[in-house]
């Protein structure tokens, strides 16, 4: 546990199965040091894996190191740092990580078996592999803080940023890019009996062929998961989603969501299938495509308060569509630049005005609103609303006193905004708290 490993290059073999470094029941710390699974002068020999560094019931210290997983490109797995039965106390720090390159599967970092690591502020590139992915945690129960993932390529079919199985995890400030895939892309996926707390991470859901979504929670029913604070871009593909929630509970609250494109047939900024969530105080634009959507719930009823909806699309454009009558709070939300304020897919009503609104939801509807917001800057120096990053979508000194002040005062379940800013009474409408 005193072993410290500084400053050494250290290359795997050319067996089938190659580790850089094997670390079982030991705790060293090994910094600035640069590890390979293994040598792409080995390529003759079929990996079936390969590990940058595999760590079991260990609480190592790794830090400023460069690891990458394979470098030879007839490799079948590899994954740059595998942690099996991670101690609490193991810290995995300030580290460049690459999964490199393989057939099947690439894994930038892997947690399984009850793993409790801190992975904190690294840079996490994975380019290759069918699957391709930046963080998978199994059955396991992290913290995943400040890291910087890259994920995507063009032999990648289907990429995901970070992905839940079975596992909770304290999920803050993490920068997520998808790249290409031939199938799907998508930033964070919430698994089966996950339950995550995803607060402050930045993602762009990516360019797939298929479907791009930004945030996908399906981690089952009776399971809840809080979605608070992001800024999410749901891609590029055919079919595109901020976030999407499947048959769980939760909260979505003080987000900042597009929903996809430019370049997207669908694109939705939250998608509910048999979900009912809080959808709280967020700013959602449905997105730029050929049919666009603020808010879609299929089989779901769930409470609409305080959030800014529109659409940037350039054919059909809803704020909110839903398969089902809505029976719980639809209040204090402001319309924008939507066309169709709600559709209902079953019987076909389309209603396009607060009153015919509220008259039609009844008395769980009340004060909301239609008109501009008057944002800093909608779609910032580029004159781009689809380049979210660049965006400023905070309320200004040009809106109107009823969406600065006419918010529903939610404080009994949260207090701040998606700056951690404090709310006040009377509260904002949006993200983004004005005063």
Not at 209 to 229: D, F, P
Not at 322 to 344: E, K, Q
Not at 419 to 425: I, M, N, Q
Request: aromatic share 6%; proline share 3%; net charge negative.
């Amino acid at each position: 546990n005193d072993t410290v490993l500084d400053g050494f290059t250290v290359i795997g073999g050319k067996a089938p199965r190659s580790t850089g470094i094997y670390i079982v029941e030991s705790s060293p710390t090994i910094r600035n040091c640069t590890i390979s699974g293994g040598h792409p002068e080995h390529e003759t020999v079929t990996w079936l894996w390969a590990y940058g560094i595999y760590c079991e019931s260990s609480a190592a210290d790794l830090s400023d190191n460069t690891i990458t997983g394979s470098e030879n490109p007839a490799a079948v797995e590899t994954t740059g740092i595998f942690v099996k039965d991670g101690d609490d106390l193991m810290d995995i720090s300030h580290n460049q990580v690459s999964a490199g390159v393989a057939s099947d599967t690439c894994i930038g970092i892997e947690l399984i078996a009850g793993s409790e690591t801190s992975i904190v502020r690294n840079t996490i590139t994975v380019t290759a592999g069918e699957g391709a992915v930046g963080i998978h945690v199994q059955e396991s129960t992290p913290e995943l803080n400040g890291n910087t993932i890259t994920v995507g390529g063009a032999t990648c079919a289907d990429v995901i940023g970070i992905e839940f199985d079975r596992s909770s995890a304290w999920t803050n400030a993490n920068a997520i890019v998808c790249g290409e895939a031939t199938n799907s892309t998508q930033g964070i996926f919430v698994g089966t009996a996950s339950t995550p707390n995803i607060v402050g991470n930045s993602i762009f859901a990516g360019n797939a062929t298929s479907y791009s979504r930004g945030i996908h929670v399906s981690a089952g029913s009776g399971y809840w998961v809080q979605v608070a604070g992001n800024y999410v871009h749901g891609g590029n593909a055919a079919n595109a989603t901020g976030i999407r929630f499947g048959d769980v509970d939760g909260a979505i609250r003080n987000n900042v969501i597009y929903g996809g494109g430019p370049g997207c047939s669908v694109s939705v900024g939250i998608l509910l299938s048999s979900a009912t969530p809080q959808i709280e105080n967020n700013t959602v634009c449905g997105g730029r495509a050929t049919w666009t959507c603020a808010i879609q719930s299929d089989g779901s009823s769930p409470p609409i308060i305080n959030n800014i909806l529109f659409t940037d699309g350039t054919g059909g454009q809803l704020a909110i569509l839903t398969s089902t009558p809505l029976d719980d709070a639809v209040m204090n939300n402001l319309f924008y630049d939507t066309g169709t304020m709600m559709h209902y897919s079953d019987d076909s009503v389309d209603i396009s005005d607060i009153v015919s609104l509220e008259s039609h939801l009844g008395a769980e509807a009340s004060d909301n609103l239609d008109g501009d917001p008057e944002f800093v800057d909608i779609d910032g120096p580029d004159d781009d609303i689809a380049t979210l990053e660049d965006n400023n979508w905070r309320l200004s000194g040009d809106t109107f006193p009823t969406i600065t002040d006419d918010g529903y005062d939610l404080s009994a379940s949260f207090s701040e905004d998606i700056e951690s800013a404090e709310r006040t009474v009377p509260w904002s409408i949006g993200a983004y708290e004005y005063d």
